[in-house]
């Protein structure tokens, strides 16, 4: 199996729309009742912290990456 670099935003966003369905189950499920309006800020907010998140992975992954070579640099080979 391949392995991916992992996104801890995407990670985030996953959890936060998977609380937002257990909220909704639960309502349908006649558990508990879950007002209309709290569905939004629980998603907006969720969004706005898988961005954050994901931002700050970028840059750090950005920063602890190596410069990479020009193409023929150090390859120089005497004739």
């Known amino acids: ?4 670099e992992f ?3 995407r990670l985030v966003a996953g959890v936060v ?3 937002v369905g257990v909220l909704y189950a639960g309502d349908a499920g006649g558990l508990w009742e879950t007002p209309w309006f709290v569905v ?6 969720g969004l706005v ?7 700050v992975s970028r ?5 602890r990456e190596p410069a990479r070579a020009t193409p ?8």
């Open 72 to 79: 023929g640099a150090g390859s120089e080979t005497a004739s």
């Open 1 to 4: 199996m391949l392995r991916h």
């Open 40 to 45: 939004a800020p629980v998603v907006v907010g």
């Open 59 to 63: 840059s750090l992954r950005r920063r």
């Open 49 to 55: 912290l898988a961005g954050a998140t994901g931002a």
């Open 7 to 9: 996104r801890p935003g």
């Open 17 to 19: 729309f998977t609380v």
